[in-house]
Structure formats: C-alpha cells, structure tokens
C-alpha cells in the first residue's frame, strides 16, 4: 500500500529507533506467544507428575520473561513515541515549508479551508496510525503469525483447520474496503468545504452583517453540516462493518476450535495440557486478529489522509528557481519586458507582447482600464508568475536567472489589499527588518505619514494589531503596509493601488512622500488615481494586455488619446499643478 512506502521513506532517516524498537516488539511477541506453551508444561510436566522442581523451574522462567517483558514494552512505548514524533515533525515542516514555497498561482488552485484541513484533520489521522495504529497493528500481525506458527508445532491438523477457516477474515475487509475509503474521502471533502466557510464567515463578518447574509450563510452552513453528517453516517457504518464481520469470522473459528479439537482428544491425539496451551494460545492469536479488524478503518482513513497530505507535496510550484541562480546586482540600467505574454488561463492571455522598458531612479506609472493586465505586469515584475512567452529583465538579465532571494532584497512591494500580522505595530515594522534601530522604523513612519497618529495612541508602537489590521483604518492598515517596506529601503519600490483606500489629504501626503523617494529607488506605481501620477517620468497606458501609449503626464494630454480620455472622466478638464511646478 502506498501509505505504508511513504512511511518506509520519513523512517528511513531514524534507522536506530527503528531497531530499538523492533527489538522491544520482538521481545513482547517471544514473551505473549511463550506464554501458552509453558502451560503445556505447566499440567503436563509439572502438575500431573506433581513435580515441585519442574514447577518452580518454570515459574521462575515466567517471572524473568515477565519482567523482561514489562522492560522491553516500557522501552518500547518511550523509542515509539519519540519515533512517531520525529516522523510527524519531519512530515508538518515538510508540508509547511512545501506550501511556503509554493507559486501564486498554488493559492488560486486551493481554498484556505482544503489546505488547513491537510494540517489539521489529515495529519492528526497520519500521526494516530503512526503513532498507535500502525505499531499496533505490526505488533498484533506479527503475534498472529508467530502464534499461528506455534500453532502448528503443537497440533499440525487443529491448526490447519483454524487457518483454512480465517479465510473468512479476510473476505469481508476486501469487499468492504473501496467503498470505505470513499466514505472516508467523503468526509474529509465536506470537512475541507465546511472549514472554508467558516474562513469566510470569520473574515468576511463586516461584508455578512451590512449585506444582511448572515441566512444565506447559515444555509450554506446547514446544508455542509447535513453533508458532514451523512458522509459521516455513512463512513461510521462502513467501519462497523469492517469491525463485525471479522467478529463474526472468529465465532466460527472458535467453533471449529472446540468441536474439532475435543474430537482430537477423544481420539488421544491431543493431551490436556496440549488441548490448553493450544486453546489460550489460540485465544491469544484471535485476539491479535480481532484487533487487526479494529484497525482496519483507521488503517483505511490514514491511507485516504497520506493520499491528501501526499497529493499536495507532489504539487510542484510552477515558478522554479535556476539551479545556479544568480545574485541580482543594483540596478543600474534598466527594467525591460520584452514580446511578453501572460494568461492565467491557456486560452485566456491577459498580457500579449507586451514590450517597455524603465529606466533605473525614475518614477514610472502604469495605467489603464481594468482588466487591461497592468497589476498582471506588475505580478510578473516581481515574479510571482513566469510569462507564457517573452523576458522579463532587470540590467539584462533575465529574471528567471535571479535569485529569489536577491530580487526580493532589492523590490519592495506594497499591494493595494495590505495584510497586516497579529502582533504590534513594532514588530509589524521590525519583520521587515528585524535588525532595524528604532529611529530607522520612526522615520519609515514619518515618511509613511503615520508616525504622529501612532504618538497619539496610548501604547504607542506596542499597540497590538488584532484581526489582520481589523483594528485599523483602511488608511491607517495602508500607511502602516508602506511604512514596513520603506523600512527595507528597496532599490526598486513597486506599489499596487497604494492610494485606494485613503482619503484625499493623506493621499497628497503620500504623493508628496513618493516625490522625495525619486530618485533613490527606481518606483513602478500601478494606479487608477491620475493625479497621483502626474510627476511621474513616464507612464505606460494599458489597454487589452499591451501598452496603447507611453510618455509623461503632459505629453499624453497633448496627444487626445486614452490617457486623456481617463482623464477627463476623473478630473473634466482642469490640470491640476505637479509637485514640480509648484
């Protein structure tokens, strides 16, 4: 099975603890499986000879196997435990750092809900069989193999009868098993889609409560919950299932184990002391058979979870580093995109030959329509996506050749939809930079026109932050969100609406924040508030994903073309004074 050449591949690095606790296992089945057949000796040697030295002979042998025994499983327990937690934190980074690694495009393909439900339901059943379920189940195999063994050494024709007859045990588990599994992946769907929906309810509560949703919700929400419990009826009734009819199967053997077996000793093929060994160590055999038909739905939701968990990490991100990338020198020269083309879609191109190129320290400006693919350029300037066809460079050297780490060194991004972590603004500010002096975070902030309106507050810069910025206004969030990336003093500062969402004054205070930074960072600002651009040294129109005209503010005014008709729709026909001319 596939989950089990998984666990073969996280095991192999802890080769040690594996021994340490094969041997313990070894120790435990010797002592279980002994055990019955020293009551042949018991009745046969020593009780009905009435022979004291036979009996504390092997007395003695029982209470040394014992505590062996007890040693041999407390040691087990602790080399188990420490196994299965090295395992499951090998497989958690894994996944964490597997997701981290992940292209953009991985985040559009799974909801918040399905990958959550990967770390929480899924690994919680991964770490219950690896834990207990799996070495349970190893434990219990092997007793039935090597008591089945035994089996025949004490009575070839009673054992051959018993293993013809657990045929049975295994005909059900097999009918049952795909129908269970798909119980089993049933589930954990519907728990994926119930998880995010509570994603939404929780971050979406405003956009609920003012659009009066809150019905619509609740029967999204009733109807996932009636889906959890029919899948849920259904996965518990096949594992029931799964559990009685082995049951059912050991009756019979039981059956055939009484009948056939006192057949054997009216016959006098089979002693009393043998007939009693036998049965306890049959008792003992059905018993680890028996738990073997427990585990089997456990068995079966661990294999859909290893699938689930394993599916994810074979999702290779599409964006992938150079196998010798290059360190991304300072930008000296240019920004070029050259003939590209882009679709999130194979049959949908947002960007089509696209081709401009920026020159480094100057202030550039892209402009357009929605949809006419300008934040999908500004996406592929920092490499977020690859381009279907075409380069991207920086100096001439093509981005997929940098570094991931150089270029995010040198670009600073800040995105019109700012997140914000659960922390204080300080460390908001120091996960920037977290070897920063506090004049260096205080200055991003006057620069970001924040640091006075944070003065006001009682805590300061150890105000926390609640709910992704929750506790903040749009602009506040905003301001805050720039503050942090000027902290880093990127030599390329990319923006993406960065003035959406803030008033008029502080929307000129900004604009007046990205006048100073000309100059010392190349700046590419995606806007549809004209004004705010009206020093830029160049500005590139979009229309349907490529440029329909380039130049700056006052020269595409002159030429009555796009750039003025989106003008004149935002501002009528007043010009309004740059920054330079004032």
Request: glycine residues 8%.
């Amino acid at each position: 099975m596939k989950p089990f050449r998984i666990l073969r591949r996280y095991l192999a690095s802890l080769k040690l603890l594996c021994a340490l606790y094969a041997a313990s296992v070894v120790v435990e089945i010797g002592y279980v499986v002994a055990f019955p057949l020293s009551l042949k000796f018991l009745v046969d040697t020593a009780f009905i000879p009435k022979d004291v030295q036979a009996f504390l002979f092997i007395l003695g042998l029982l209470l040394i196997g014992g505590l062996l025994n007890v040693a041999a499983g407390a040691g087990g327990d602790y080399t188990l435990a420490k196994l299965s937690g090295r395992m499951l934190q090998t497989l958690r980074t894994e996944l964490f750092e597997h997701v981290q690694k992940q292209s953009v495009d991985f985040y559009t393909r799974y909801r918040t809900g399905e990958i959550t439900t990967r770390f929480n339901s899924d690994l919680l059943s991964i770490e219950q069989v690896v834990g207990a379920t799996f070495p349970l189940g190893l434990k219990q195999g092997f007793t039935a193999v090597a008591g089945l063994c035994l089996l025949f050494t004490l009575e070839w024709r009673l054992a051959l009868a018993l293993l013809l007859g657990s045929s049975l045990l295994f005909v059900g588990p097999k009918l049952l098993r795909k129908p269970a599994e798909a119980a089993n992946l049933a589930v954990k769907e519907a728990e994926g889609h119930f998880a995010n929906t509570i994603d939404e309810m929780l971050k979406g509560h405003k956009t609920i409560k003012a659009l009066r949703l809150q019905q619509a919700m609740l029967d999204r929400a009733r109807g996932q919950i009636l889906s959890l419990y029919s899948f849920g009826l259904r996965r518990s009734f096949m594992n029931s299932l799964l559990e009685r009819v082995p049951m059912t199967s050991l009756m019979a053997l039981n059956a055939i184990m009484i009948g056939f077996g006192g057949y054997l000793i009216f016959q006098d093929k089979l002693s009393i002391g043998g007939y009693i060994a036998f049965f306890t160590l049959f008792m003992s055999v059905s018993q680890a058979v028996f738990h073997l038909s427990i585990l089997i739905p456990y068995f079966i939701e661990s294999s859909v979870s290893f699938e689930r968990v394993q599916h994810m990490l074979e999702d290779a991100p599409t964006v992938v580093e150079a196998d010798l990338p290059a360190p991304m020198p300072p930008l000296a020269h240019t920004i070029a995109m050259d003939n590209v083309t882009f679709g999130y879609t194979e049959d949908h191109p947002v960007l089509k030959g696209l081709s401009l190129s920026i020159p480094a320290g100057s202030f550039a400006a892209f402009v357009g329509p929605s949809g006419s693919g300008k934040s999908t350029a500004l996406q592929l300037l920092l490499r977020f996506y690859d381009p279907d066809e075409g380069r991207i460079t920086y100096d001439g050297l093509d981005v997929k050749q940098i570094s991931e780490r150089s270029l995010r060194e040198q670009v600073g991004i800040v995105f019109q939809d700012t997140f914000l972590f659960n922390a204080s603004i300080k460390q908001n500010l120091q996960l920037s930079d977290p070897l920063a002096a506090e004049e260096d975070w205080v200055a991003a902030c006057k620069a970001a026109h924040l640091h006075e309106t944070i003065r006001r507050w009682p805590e300061g810069y150890d105000t926390p932050i609640i709910q992704e910025g929750g506790s903040l206004s749009g602009g506040q969030r905003q301001r805050l969100s720039i503050a942090r990336t000027l902290l880093r003093k990127p030599s390329i500062l990319l923006l993406d609406e960065v003035t959406s969402a803030l008033d008029f004054a502080t929307e000129a205070d900004i604009n007046r924040a990205i006048a100073q930074w000309k100059g010392g960072s190349t700046i590419i600002s995606v806007t549809h508030r004209l004004a705010s651009i009206i020093d830029a040294d160049l500005i590139f129109v979009f229309q349907d994903g490529n440029i329909a005209e380039s130049g700056t503010h006052g020269q595409l005014l002159e030429r009555k073309g796009l750039y003025r008709e989106m003008w004149e729709k935002q501002y009528g026909f007043r010009v309004p004074v740059s920054e330079s001319q004032a």
